[in-house]
């Protein structure tokens, strides 16, 4: 079955040191895999998506993640934090056997302490 | 902005009302989808549209009505909600239903039912 986990539900970071957010993924087949960010009383922002190629993957606001395929993971870092990426991050991941189901996981809160 | 539209923005409706949540996306993409947010609870997929056409209800309970007239409107119809269908209702649109596409989503209508 297709599933996506985030084991934290916080992660605190000082700002300006890097932070991680965690991601693991089951799938059958190969994944697509996604990074969103939701700000308080706003919809999912998209910031970085794996589809094939590079494992390491940029995104927008300095983010990026790395595709790791033998731990099944899609880890979202950031080299310096910044207080303004203090919130609520998603991790989602899509297959490739046709049926397209798109589950997110439930999300890691990122507090970024001045 | 991310170029799809919610309203209204918040909404408190008592378990005998009939209401509804309007969705619009000005993105020129194809296929549409409902995600019902609550906390602590990864994002429940609800019903998605490709080309105006339902082609995923996953199990919802038959007081959520959705309706696509065209590729850039989409409505949830409520009706006797029950107090635990209190969340965020998020509507997401994307170029198309495949799963290498990221998802564009709205602000969302936060929903209570008293």
């Known amino acids: 079955a297709q599933s996506v986990a985030q084991p934290e539900d916080q992660v605190n970071v000082a700002e300006g040191n890097p932070l991680t957010v965690k991601c693991t993924y089951s799938?059958?087949?190969?994944?697509?895999l996604f990074w969103y960010v939701q700000y308080p009383n706003r919809g999912l922002q998209f910031l970085l998506k794996?589809?094939?190629?590079?494992?390491l993957v940029k995104g927008s606001y300095g983010f990026e993640a790395e595709f790791n395929k033998s731990q099944t993971s899609f880890h979202l870092k950031k080299p310096s934090a910044l207080v303004s990426d203090s919130a609520l991050y998603f991790c989602?991941?899509?297959?490739?056997?046709?049926?397209?189901?798109?589950?997110f996981g439930t999300g890691t809160r990122l507090k970024v302490l001045a | 902005e991310t170029g799809v539209t919610q309203t209204p923005r918040h909404l408190v409706m008592g378990m005998t009302n009939k209401k509804s949540l309007k969705c619009e996306q000005h993105?020129?993409?194809?296929?549409m989808y409902w995600y019902k947010q609550s906390a602590k609870k990864p994002l429940e997929l609800m019903f998605v549209?490709?080309?105006?056409?339902?082609?995923e209800n996953n199990s919802v309970p038959s007081r959520f009505s959705p309706e696509c007239p065209n590729s850039s409107h989409l409505f949830l119809h409520l009706h006797t909600l029950q107090p635990e269908d209190s969340a965020l209702y998020l509507c997401?649109?994307?170029?198309?239903?495949?799963?290498?596409?990221?998802?564009?989503f709205g602000p969302g209508t936060r929903l209570t039912v008293t």
């Open positions: 993105l020129g993409h194809n296929a």
């Open positions: 989602a991941v899509s297959d490739t056997s046709g049926t397209y189901k798109y589950i």
């Open positions: 799938v059958s087949g190969n994944p697509y």
């Open positions: 549209y490709s080309l105006e056409e339902r082609v």
């Open positions: 997401a649109s994307s170029p198309q239903r495949t799963g290498s596409y990221e998802q564009y």
């Open positions: 794996y589809i094939t190629g590079d494992n």
